[in-house]
């Protein structure tokens, strides 16, 4: 008999290997369903948010050469217009160029990569220092600033009762 190896081999027990009720499998695979799903939410949940203001990655030497080709591809097929058909047909023309072809495509790539460079530098500074400001004014509470707040223009805030 052979034994299992891997992550199932910890799981396998005697109540595993019993035969078992239908019904009773069909109720354990919907829970296992619920559980999966509910574990995405949470991932989705912890995950951040993207800034808007954050510079977008450089292409690579493959999309440059790619954005060429596209107008290349549509003028010698005007009636291709799946997305699919042009990737291909650029991937096998990108597979089948010499390095010295290549050259001026990765010389565009890294330029840009060096611009990307300099407009993640700005970026992160900017974050730094709007982080620097942000702790200055965490230090006190949301309702110790609108109270001072209130206090300069006059206003007083009062509690609403409507008893009838």
Known sequence: MKTAKGKGAAKASKEALKPT????????????VADKSSKQKAKK???AKKDPNKPKRP???FFVFLEEFRKT???ENPNVSSVAAVGKAGGEKWK???SAEKAPYE????KKKDEYGKLMNAYNKKQQSAAADGNAE??????????EDDE??????LPICLFV
């Not at 009720?21 to 296992?32: E, I, L, M, P, W």
């Not at 965490?138 to 109270?147: A, F, G, I, M, Y």
């Not at 300069?152 to 805030?157: L, Y």
């Open 152 to 157: 300069a223009t006059g206003e007083v805030d």
């Open 21 to 32: 009720d239908d019904r009773k499998v069909g109720k354990r695979k919907a829970a296992t």
């Open 45 to 47: 949940e912890k995950r």
């Open 96 to 98: 089948s160029m010499t």
């Open 107 to 110: 010389a565009k790539a890294s």
């Open 59 to 61: 292409p690579s030497a």
């Open 138 to 147: 965490s230090d006190r509470s949301k309702s110790e600033v609108n109270d």
């Open 73 to 75: 591809f549509k003028k």
